[in-house]
C-alpha cells in the first residue's frame, strides 16, 4: 500500500446554502485563495496561486487541500491534516490518509511511524473520528454519494453513502465516480460502470484514467488517448501516457516521454517539456524538470519555479 493515495481531480467546492448565503451569486474562486504543496530543502510548506510561500515548510510530505484541510506527515509522528492557517487540527496518527471529500477521508490504522506499512482503512470525519472503523484492505474516495471499497484483500465493491455496501465486490481493482462513471478492472483490462453497477465501457483497455470534461484517457496497448462517455475514441491514441481534463486542458506525453498539455482537440496547446506534469487544479498544475517540482498557469508560464 502507498504511504498516501492521492486524487487525480480535486473536490469541487460545496453549494453554500440558500438560507445562509447571500442572494447574489458567489465569484468563482481565484487561484490566490488556494494553497498548493511545495518542497524546499526537503521540507514541505504550501504556496498560494500568486506563488507566494503562505506556509512554512515543516512537513515530512504534504497533500493538496481538499475541502479546507490537507494530508501531512510529521516527522517522527504520522499523518495528521492541517487547515489553511497551518495548524494541525487532526492528529497524526494514521499510517496513510486521503484528502477530504463529501465531508469524509479515508484513513489507515496501523502504525503511525511506519509510514508505507499500513493496516486496514476506514472513514474519518473532518474532527477526525472514525465514521466507519477500519476493516477494508484499501479504500477509495466518496465521490457523487459512492465509495469503492477492497473487502478483505479481494474483490473490490462500492458502499452508499451510508457505508452499505450497495454495488457487489466483483472487482479486481476500482476508483472513484466522476460524471456519473467510474474505472474497474477485471484482471488487467479496465472499463467504465454507471452508478448501478451495469459495465457502460466494455473492460478492453490496458488502463485508463477518470471521466472530466466529458472525456477520459485509456491506454490502447503503449498508446494513450480518450474516450468520451459513450466509449467512442475522440483522440486517437497516440501519447505514451496522458492525464485528465481540467480548465480545458489535460497533460501528455509525447514519443520522448516529455510532457505538455493538450486541449480537447488533442492538440498541443503548452509544449512538451517536462519529465512530468499533472492535471490543472483551480489554473495550476505541478509539472517536474528533474527532481525538481514547480507550477505553471494555463499559459504555460511558471509561478513556482522547479525546485527541491
Same mark, same amino acid.
Given at each position: ?44 510548506? @504550501? ?27 510529521? !516527522? ?31 484513513? @489507515? ?61 466483483? /472487482? ?10 467510474? /474505472?474497474? =478492472? ?39 488517448? @480518450? ?49 512530468? =506534469?499533472?492535471?490543472? !487544479? ?19 508560464? @511558471? ?6
Amino acid at each position: 500500500t502507498p504511504v498516501v493515495v492521492t486524487s487525480a481531480t480535486p473536490t469541487p467546492t460545496p453549494t453554500p446554502d440558500a438560507s445562509t448565503s447571500s442572494p447574489e451569486p458567489s465569484p468563482t474562486p481565484t487561484p490566490s485563495a488556494l494553497l498548493y504543496p511545495v518542497v524546499i530543502d526537503g521540507s514541505t510548506g @504550501y504556496i498560494d496561486g500568486t506563488g507566494q510561500l503562505v506556509i512554512a515548510p515543516q512537513f515530512e510530505w504534504g497533500d493538496e487541500f481538499s475541502e479546507g484541510l490537507a494530508a501531512v506527515a510529521v !516527522r517522527g509522528q504520522g499523518i495528521g491534516y492541517i487547515d489553511t492557517a497551518g495548524d494541525l487540527v487532526i492528529s497524526p496518527t494514521f499510517s496513510s490518509a486521503m484528502p477530504f471529500s463529501d465531508g469524509v477521508a479515508v484513513a @489507515y490504522a496501523g502504525d503511525p511511524e511506519e509510514m508505507g506499512d499500513s493496516g486496514p482503512a476506514g472513514y474519518i470525519d473532518s474532527g477526525g473520528d472514525w465514521l466507519l472503523e477500519p476493516q477494508f484492505t484499501n479504500a477509495s474516495s466518496f465521490s457523487e454519494g459512492f465509495a469503492a471499497v477492497q473487502l478483505d484483500g479481494g474483490a473490490w465493491g462500492f458502499l452508499d453513502g451510508n457505508g452499505n455496501l450497495v454495488l457487489p465486490a466483483q /472487482w479486481d481493482w476500482a476508483d472513484e465516480f466522476h460524471e456519473g462513471l467510474c /474505472w474497474v =478492472a477485471r484482471g488487467t483490462r479496465y472499463g467504465f460502470i454507471d452508478t448501478g453497477g451495469t459495465v457502460v465501457i466494455p473492460t478492453v483497455y490496458d488502463n485508463c484514467g477518470r471521466f472530466s470534461g466529458g472525456l477520459a484517457p485509456v491506454q490502447i496497448e503503449d498508446r494513450w488517448g @480518450y474516450v468520451d462517455s459513450a466509449g467512442t475514441v475522440v483522440i486517437p491514441a497516440r501519447f505514451t501516457n496522458a492525464w485528465e481534463f481540467a480548465d480545458g486542458l489535460a497533460p501528455a506525453a509525447d514519443d520522448q516521454n516529455l510532457w505538455g498539455y493538450i486541449d480537447a482537440q488533442g492538440e498541443w496547446v503548452i509544449a512538451p517539456q517536462w519529465d512530468d =506534469a499533472r492535471t490543472f !487544479r483551480d489554473g495550476l498544475a505541478s509539472v517536474m524538470t528533474g527532481n525538481k517540482t514547480g507550477y505553471i498557469d494555463t499559459s504555460g508560464s @511558471y509561478v513556482w519555479t522547479p525546485q527541491e
